[in-house]
């Protein structure tokens, strides 16, 4: 049986006033600074704003796309500083079933990344970090901007694995963790999904049940989000979920109650392996 003070669930509920959103901005991947870290996100169907570390796009005509672009509320960044990407490693090919980590999953193809009056860049032919350019946030703080991304040739049908990240001009804003981006080129949107969903499977990595906003962090915006959904969903079955989309039956025996609480609170309380 789970005894608590009175006082702990009494903070915890109370907390739930707490939490607070960004607005979204749809289509794009909306950036945001998490525990001084650049932090990559998704919109949901409802218009909330998620954790996101996996994203998709479909190269059109002239095998070009400028999606998915970047974008931020205003103040999230210092006025005026700069947001950059570095590629992390060679363009990956996806074989049916994976995208081989190994050099024979790097492709004859890469692909141009290029934004007129900042930069232009190739994807490297091997596993090195490759800086990429720069691009001005805006004087209210905001960052909303689209690079053009060009399959290069052979530019073969296929679905193609990017790997990015950001950092910021502003010294006390740490680079982002990796993320991905999946280009389909001229493949099914069946073929597109079992990539994406492979990726999510196999380079973001497993996490801890407190992290329930899937960040890669147990922290306080998991407490809150958990929180939204506790509160949304008390005494009522599974499956239903707070507004951010985080599902409330924590521990898995279909009804949402004082216990599901309970047993977040003794996985918030152990870090993350």
Known sequence: MHTRPAFIVSTVLSAVTLAAHAQPHGG????????DRI????????GSVSPHRVFESEFGALDF???PGFDSDSGVFPPLSQIGFSIRRALRLWNG???????????AERIRIRKSGFGDVLTPTTDTLTPGFAI????????????????QSPNAPGIY???????SSAPAILTSDPFWIVFNNDLSE??????????????IGSRCPADVNADT??????????????????????????PGGIPADFNGDTLIDILDLLDFLDAFGQACP
């Open 97 to 107: 079933s994976a995208f081989p980590a190994d050099p024979t999953g790097i492709p």
């Open 65 to 67: 796309t400028d999606e």
């Open 28 to 35: 794009d991947i909306v950036l945001s600074i998490h525990a």
């Open 161 to 167: 694995l990017l790997e990015l990240e950001l950092w």
């Open 217 to 242: 962090l147990a922290d306080i915006l998991d407490f809150l989000d958990y929180l939204d959904a506790f509160s949304a969903c008390e005494n009522l079955s599974a499956p239903c979920a707070g």
């Open 39 to 46: 932090a990559t996100n998704t919109v949901d169907e409802d």
């Open 136 to 151: 001005d946030v805006s004087s209210s703080g905001e960052f909303h901007q689209h690079l053009g991304y060009t399959l």
């Open 190 to 203: 069946d073929d597109h999904a079992l990539a994406l969903e492979w990726t999510l499977n196999n380079l």
